[in-house]
């Protein structure tokens, strides 16, 4: 059993930058991936960012590429998405994702919202003049 707890959303103006958290607890030991997914108003939840271990591959949407970095803590499982040059198109609730599997990067599973049992509620990100 995982916990995961998103915070650092809120709102933005175009341009700015934010950094989101995901605070784990539970057995956090036995998480192998962890992934940032975001849904806006009725659209579906598309991938983000993710982040594997022991290696922290990174692998990135292209919507977010270049201005985005995903990050961790390894003492704490804590895992970061810092988004910079934010768009109104960015605004979402971003949700992050655990799986206690080490998933491969570089193909469409790791992007995949069926391959991560765990999740967080989200935390809301609005860009907005």
């Known amino acids: 059993q995982v916990q995961l707890v998103e915070s650092g959303g809120g709102l933005v103006q175009p341009g700015d930058s934010l950094t989101l958290s995901c605070a784990t607890s539970g057995r956090t030991f036995s998480i192998g991936t962890m992934a940032w997914f975001r849904q806006a108003p009725g659209k579906e939840r598309e991938f983000v960012a993710v982040i594997n271990w022991p290696v922290s591959a990174t692998e990135y949407a292209d919507s977010v590429k270049g201005r985005s970095t995903i990050s961790r803590d390894n003492a704490s499982y804590t895992v970061y998405l810092q988004l910079t040059r934010l768009k109104p198109e960015d605004t979402a609730v971003y949700s992050c994702?655990?799986?206690?599997?080490?998933?491969?990067?570089?193909?469409?599973?790791?992007?995949?919202?069926?391959?991560?049992?765990?999740w967080g509620q989200g935390t809301q990100v609005t860009v907005s003049s």
């Open positions: 994702a655990a799986s206690a599997t080490r998933i491969y990067l570089g193909n469409d599973y790791c992007r995949s919202t069926r391959a991560y049992n765990y």
